[in-house]
């Protein structure tokens, strides 16, 4: 029985049979995949839940913990703990990963690890995922360098411009996902992108809308640096989320999820051991000091968060990953006034409905994708959606010459002839 390539080239018999073979043909080409899709949809929904609802439950209890029980542990060791934690349950998915495929290389079948060489023994697999974590280093300095660029605009512009500032993190993500990953984003999604950042400004106006004498500034603060920081920053992090997803789909090694997970929280050890040692030990002025059984769930959750961002960028993106955390805030700050008495204003409230819409205008945007231009021999450079540009769009600018060429092959191919219709696909 022909392929469903060699049928639609009119390879197939020539013969009664013909147009039946043609037509099982098609329907082989698309088995499976309307499933397949639902079933990647329903994981993609599935891990952005999940993300939400984590970082809506790290926000709380980082509060009750460091404002209601007045913990005094510092931030910097509970990031490492949650380094830490990572690395140990990406080491043993990966050891799960690489027996199985170290049984399938024994029994012959063939191996499905993205052109990873399959070692003997587990230590050299790491040994060698150890070897390749140049990319993931990059990432775990540029977190450092936000972190350092946090601390000095905070020292010079206070909070209340800095959550200002610090929503242009959703417009720079979208920028870079333009300008890296070469995605076209309707006029729609750009406009609900713009809604969601003066959504998320206005729901932190508790934060910004303060007197200027009460604002916690240095004696010596400098305006300028200290906005130039911020913005350095934001603009790092929207770079940050768009280099990461990339390297997880697009990178010739294709290491898989947990590979990389490992990588990053290794290469984030030395970055987050320099910020304990000039912390000094946080708020306790010792080392370790002031954690209890609620810290150590807070760097569970901490950890959680990690794989579930790498999750969601991997059957998502990284917009979307910014939209399930920007539902977290709204989220929070819900749970953090039934439980713990913060701020709830009618300003909030009408934000809050403005960004649970603008998500909702995101995602559920129906404009068709913008044509992709091809290249010098007609073929498209991109895919939408895992199929060629060509299964959904006619050719442009066909001339009427080249239209009449294309049904004179069809007919000379094509097993049967249905009169009037040319075999096009």
Request: charged residues 15%; proline residues 4%; contains cysteine.
């Amino acid at each position: 029985m022909p392929s469903p390539g060699d049928v639609e080239k009119g390879k197939g018999p020539s013969s009664t049979g013909g147009e039946s073979t043609r037509s099982t043909g098609t329907v082989a080409k698309g088995h499976g995949r309307p499933s397949l899709l639902a079933s990647m949809a329903t994981i993609k929904v599935a891990v952005l839940l999940i993300l939400c609802l984590q970082n809506s439950m790290f926000t709380l209890l980082r509060r009750y913990s460091q404002g209601v029980l007045k913990e005094m542990y510092s931030k910097y060791e509970v990031l490492l703990a949650g380094e830490m934690i990572k690395m140990v349950f990406s080491a043993w998915m990966i050891y799960g990963t690489f027996t199985q495929q170290l049984n399938n290389k024994q029994e012959g079948v063939s191996p499905t690890s993205g052109g990873i060489p399959i070692s003997d023994s587990f230590q050299k697999h790491l040994m060698y995922i150890i070897s390749k974590s140049q990319k993931m280093l990059v990432l775990a300095m540029i977190y450092g360098a936000m972190n350092i660029l946090s601390f000095v605009s905070l020292r010079n512009i206070g909070a209340g411009m800095f959550t200002i500032f610090a929503q242009c993190k959703i417009l720079t993500t979208a920028t870079f996902s333009t300008l890296l990953l070469q995605r076209h984003y309707s006029a729609t999604r750009w406009r609900a992108l713009v809604s969601l950042s003066f959504g998320v400004l206005l729901f932190s106006e508790p934060i910004w809308n303060v007197p200027a004498a009460e604002q916690k500034t240095e004696k010596n603060s400098n305006l300028i640096l200290g906005t130039a920081a911020v913005l350095i920053e934001v603009t790092l992090s929207g770079f940050a989320s768009i280099y990461f997803e990339k390297v997880i789909k697009t990178d010739p090694l294709q290491l898989n999820i947990w590979e990389r997970n490992f990588q990053l929280a290794l290469t984030s050890f030395p970055v987050y051991l320099v910020f304990i040692i000039a912390d000094q030990g946080g708020p306790s002025g010792s080392l370790g000091g002031g954690w209890s059984f609620l810290t150590c769930v807070v760097a569970l959750l901490g950890a959680a968060g990690g794989l579930l961002v790498a999750l969601s960028i991997k059957y998502g993106d990284a917009i979307l990953k910014t939209l399930a955390t920007t539902g977290a805030i709204i989220l929070s700050s819900v749970l953090d006034w039934a439980f713990l008495g913060g701020p709830l204003t009618p300003v909030m409230m009408i934000a809050g409905v403005n960004v649970i819409l603008a998500i909702f205008d995101y995602t559920f945007d129906q404009t068709p994708p913008i044509a992709n231009k091809t290249n010098g021999s007609g073929n498209s450079n991109n895919t939408t959606n895992g199929k060629s540009n060509n299964d959904n769009s006619t050719p442009i600018n066909r001339s009427s010459k080249e239209e009449e060429m294309q049904t004179l092959l069809n007919k000379r191919t094509s097993p049967v002839n249905t009169p009037g219709t040319p075999n096009r696909k």
